[in-house]
């Protein structure tokens, strides 16, 4: 599914495969595959845990964290109960985290097509990134679209900087904007910077400690679940 612009020929290696088939082997539709990366603590997994608790009562959800030697991300979300156990799956890289994203999915691959035929049926499933920097980006080959997140606390000169991962993700998340008054980002300033490498790709802020944080998320999300849901068989 992602969206198509310039910058997929600037930043080419996010097309080390061609895109994944919609298909399973049995002739049903496969679930949305959507891969979240972004810089260590920028929230990635928080987002994930909020996404969960949000649509797993709409939506049947199954997750995949990538971690370098362990498996902390998915024992957090073991932990808060955002889901049923079997349904997270942990891959541990054993290198940068972009090289299993991006280079070698084969991991990733074979945990999605485990629960792919394990739970069945999927609507959704989330895959995470291991914290990684403004290069990561998600292989067509593995995941639909792609979101990437920053926190504000981060610096807000970050979405000025750009890279693949700020200019190309489908949808780019600016997260914790609750810090931006104590560690004093602008963030008119940083949704400026972020339009004018992004163009009209989307951009939300959230602040998870707000009610409703995730929303942004979750409403952009569902018009893409309801077009590949409407796909064909």
Known sequence: MHLGHDLDEKFPHRH?????????????????????????????????????????????????????????????????????????????????????????ISANLEALEDLENEIDPLDLVLLESGGDNLTATFSKGLVDAQVFVIDVAGGDDIPRKGGPGVTTADLLVINKTDLAPYVGSDLEGMARDAGAQRGELPVAFTSLRSEGGVEPVTDWIRPLLTAWTAGPA
């Open 16 to 104: 080390t495969y061609s895109a994944a088939e919609p298909r399973r082997p049995n002739g049903t539709r496969r679930a949305l595959r959507i891969g979240l990366g972004g810089p260590v603590g920028s929230g990635k997994t928080a987002i994930v845990a909020a996404l969960c608790r949000a649509l797993r009562d709409q939506l049947s959800i199954a997750v995949v964290t990538n971690d370098i030697y362990t498996r902390e991300d998915a024992d957090f979300l073991l932990r808060e109960a955002v889901l049923p156990p079997e349904r997270i799956r942990a891959v541990e890289t054993g290198a940068c985290p972009h090289t299993a994203i991006r280079d070698d």
